[in-house]
């Protein structure tokens, strides 16, 4: 976790959810007249939650206006890509939900941070995932395995009874 930085690159993002059927081309076209030539993040924000609360499927993104805030690279991998290669303002083509492939996402990012500092609940996120890309090599590198039969299940419960006994 000491190897997690506390600085890094960060975009703000938004999403929307919707279904395939859903007419995309009318919420492109609503996004691009609230937008017109102002592309400042506070209006970027104010017209992507305006879309949002119109047109998305999710009633999360409904309630937050589709706002994600600040994230940095390695808190959302499956779907960084998508968004990390966005220019301030565009539309991201629709992307496939991972949990439901009726849904399509389409991000967007108002803002752009080279550096700056990671709040705690991302940091955890990240430390999280250095960890479980540490144990996964090592089990690559060792053979592990665990033996659970009628001798230490019975060894639990006593254990068990003994704690709740307490």
Same mark, same amino acid.
């Given at each position: 976790?000491?190897?997690?930085?506390?600085?890094?690159?960060?975009?703000? $993002?938004?999403?929307? $959810?919707?279904?395939?059927?859903?007419?995309?081309?009318?919420?492109?076209?609503?996004?691009?007249?609230? $937008?017109?030539?102002?592309?400042?993040?506070?209006?970027?924000?104010?017209? !992507?939650?305006?879309?949002?609360?119109?047109?998305?499927?999710?009633?999360?993104?409904?309630?937050?206006?589709?706002?994600?805030?600040?994230?940095?690279?390695?808190?959302?991998?499956? +779907?960084?890509? $998508?968004? !990390?290669?966005?220019?301030?303002?565009?539309?991201?083509?629709?992307?496939?939900?991972?949990?439901?492939?009726?849904?399509? +996402?389409?991000?967007?990012?108002?803002?752009?941070?080279?550096?700056?500092?990671?709040?705690?609940?991302?940091?955890?996120?990240?430390?999280?995932?250095?960890?479980?890309?540490?144990?996964?090599?090592?089990?690559?590198?060792?053979?592990?395995?665990?033996? !659970?039969?009628?001798?230490? +299940?019975?060894?639990?419960?006593?254990?068990?009874?003994?704690?709740?006994?307490?």
């Amino acid at each position: 976790g000491d190897q997690v930085p506390t600085m890094s690159e960060q975009v703000y $993002v938004h999403r929307i $959810v919707i279904n395939a059927q859903d007419e995309v081309d009318i919420m492109i076209t609503k996004l691009r007249d609230l $937008v017109i030539d102002d592309k400042s993040p506070q209006n970027l924000r104010t017209a !992507f939650k305006v879309i949002a609360r119109e047109f998305s499927r999710d009633t999360e993104t409904q309630q937050s206006g589709g706002d994600l805030g600040w994230v940095p690279r390695g808190v959302d991998e499956d +779907y960084e890509d $998508v968004f !990390f290669d966005l220019e301030i303002s565009e539309l991201s083509k629709p992307v496939p939900n991972i949990d439901n492939p009726h849904e399509l +996402y389409f991000f967007m990012v108002s803002d752009r941070a080279d550096t700056s500092l990671i709040n705690e609940r991302h940091r955890d996120i990240l430390k999280t995932g250095v960890l479980q890309n540490w144990l996964n090599e090592e089990r690559s590198n060792h053979d592990v395995h665990a033996v !659970f039969n009628s001798e230490i +299940y019975d060894w639990m419960l006593k254990q068990l009874k003994i704690t709740t006994s307490i």
